[in-house]
């Protein structure tokens, strides 16, 4: 209840990494949540990774970044977008409250995603996403697997990996408003 979702998108167009951020924007929404399957060439790797704004930390974060920043147009041909610094800086003077509350959803779907879905976790980190700057709003980027991984293929593929992965991130979605309307009645007393 109470609860309005908006889709960038309902089938497989590309929308582009800037735009989608845009549309949250638009339609001035309270958190911005970027759903994805990772990918690697080592089809060992397997987990969840979930990613806020910010400076990456890790030689793994940094990939992982590169490759969701890669843009595939048209014709095959990629281009790389990257943030730098300075924007990241002016980000954060922006939207320093975002920044705070986007980690604690982040790290409240990795509890969910631990305890409903019993997923191995690779951690909640930091990134710079193009994806995620330019939504004006608390913003996630959740990695739900290694498509790459042919176990985890099957689960992120399943009806019931699905249902589990859409109902961790929906508790934690639950639980984050619930929070915030709390933190809200209690600031108008």
Known sequence: PGVKVVYTRDDDEFIGLEERGSIANRHEGDLFVSIHCNAFTNRQPR?????????????????VM???NQVVRANNDTQQKELSQEELLVYELANSGYIAASERIAGMMEYQFYERAQRHSRGVKQGRFVVLYHASMPAVLVETGFISNPSEARYLTSDRGQSYIASAIFRAIRNYKEDSDKNQQSQTK
């Open 47 to 63: 987990g969840t990774e979930l990613y806020f704004l910010g400076l990456e930390r890790s030689e793994s974060a940094l990939e």
């Open 66 to 68: 590169k490759r969701e």
